[in-house]
DNA sequence: CTCTTGCATTTTGTATACAATATGCCAGAG
DNA sequence: CTCTGGCATATTGTATACAAAATGCAAGAG
């Protein structure tokens, strides 16, 4: 037999919990800082608290609860210094995808991004948000996979669980957002041009750009006591 | 009363039980690629399956361990792509962590760290191995407690037990070593100068050395084959 | 002799029972 | 009226029992 492998997708109880979860985190079901009972989510989610509680484990690693002993688990509410916090990293890792992805660009993959530029495009001047978040990730995601670095890629997508959990896609101001659709221009043409110190520049700017905005939202927003909960 | 406390250090028994295995990986205790037979750990830890299972589950998400569904949990054993990935992901974050740090650094700061450079020094000069890589942990721990961020010092800090696991401490050349330490008088001195980006190419082209001389050193381990067992 | 197949054993997965700790309320002192 | 102390309740922590799955071995077919 040859070394390949078929392996079927079977997730264990912790596992799938843990999904459910950090679907109910992100998606604000579960607001910052609410305490999670333990039997009644347990009853909720159809399972016993054994697997519940190391799907709890699992989130807690992933920084999206926080757990203190003998007083159950709660979702993380971030401080304005967790988000710049979080920010400066991704713009890191970020920054080294773009210049890793430069030594392993195939044309075809360029090809695909310009396709998915033309996508983004398309939503910005449709005015369909949704449609642009959903493409800007996608961008950033091949992005990150071009890299070729299996860390780097574990790494993102963990801190980027945990800033979506913030929810801050509600406001975008126009002008912010033509800024950085044109970035994104620049960022496919600098990987074009296989130059990996300036997409890795442009990346880095293009993050500090959103966490500017997510912490001036964080500021104007009436619930903002839910997401500071730490800092006065 | 005022917001300050005072928590003391309770641990629960699967922190407690992660923190012992964490250890006895690192130490090599658990090699790599070794399977965690559940009763047998519980036993030798004297705690129950439940707890344990819970460590285990932070372990893994630390990247000490990995779990197959309804097979158990294992020593992860690096490939030599892991560490190469691990290596590039630890360089960015330790240039994000000179940048920050210079915007931080007291002059106390600097005094301080002058100090642990001369300590270092002293080992080198001894030759004392041991004191050396402790003080030099100890050196790249205070540059990244100065970047102020907890986001980034997590990450860092779990990166790093990963890379501690493989035990790379062995093989030095005198030549790498006399280059190492040379590095790190440069770094205190771009740190003093309050220059983030001498600082930042600094780090990053220490860690690339780094990665280079662990690499070299796997290739030549007799038993490299339980570090890398993914590739052929 | 090799490969398959089925069974016994081991090991992991999950639920539940019991223990320890925390929480909230009420009574009584000041 | 406020604060303290102690008790009842609720919640989390841990161990254990049972269920499900994997592993190893041996017997039989080819």
Tied chains: 1, 2.
């Excluded at 709890?56 to 709660?74: I, K, S």
């Excluded at 080294?96 to 996508?119: H, I, P, S, Y």
């Excluded at 041009?193 to 927003?221: I, W, Y």
């Amino acid at each position: 037999m040859d070394g390949s492998t078929f392996p079927i997708a079977r997730s264990t109880l912790p596992e799938a919990a843990a999904e459910r979860l950090r679907t109910l985190i992100i998606e604000g079901e579960l607001a910052p800082g609410a305490k999670l009972n333990e039997r009644e989510l347990s009853e909720r989610l159809g399972v016993s608290r054994t697997p519940l509680r190391e799907a709890f484990r699992m989130l807690a690693a992933d920084g999206l609860l926080v757990q203190l002993p003998n007083r159950g688990a709660q979702v993380v509410a971030l401080s304005r210094e967790d988000v710049r916090g979080a920010f400066e990293v991704m713009g890191a890792l970020e920054g080294l995808a773009g210049e890793l992805a430069v030594k392993r660009v195939t044309d075809a993959d360029v090809a695909d991004l310009r396709a998915l530029q033309v996508q983004m495009e398309a939503a910005h001047a449709t005015h369909d948000l949704p449609a642009y978040y959903r493409i800007n990730r996608l961008i950033h995601d091949r992005l990150n996979t071009l890299a070729g670095n299996a860390v780097l890629e574990q790494t993102y997508r963990t801190l980027n669980a945990r800033l979506h959990a913030l929810r801050f896609r509600s406001n975008l101001n126009p002008a912010k957002w033509d800024q950085a659709v044109s970035e994104h221009r620049s960022m496919i043409e600098a990987l074009a041009a296989r130059d990996g110190a300036a997409l890795r520049d442009l990346l880095v700017g293009h993050l500090r750009a959103k966490q500017q905005a997510v912490l001036d939202s964080m500021d104007n927003r009436d619930d903002k006591n839910l997401l500071g909960g730490r800092q006065p």
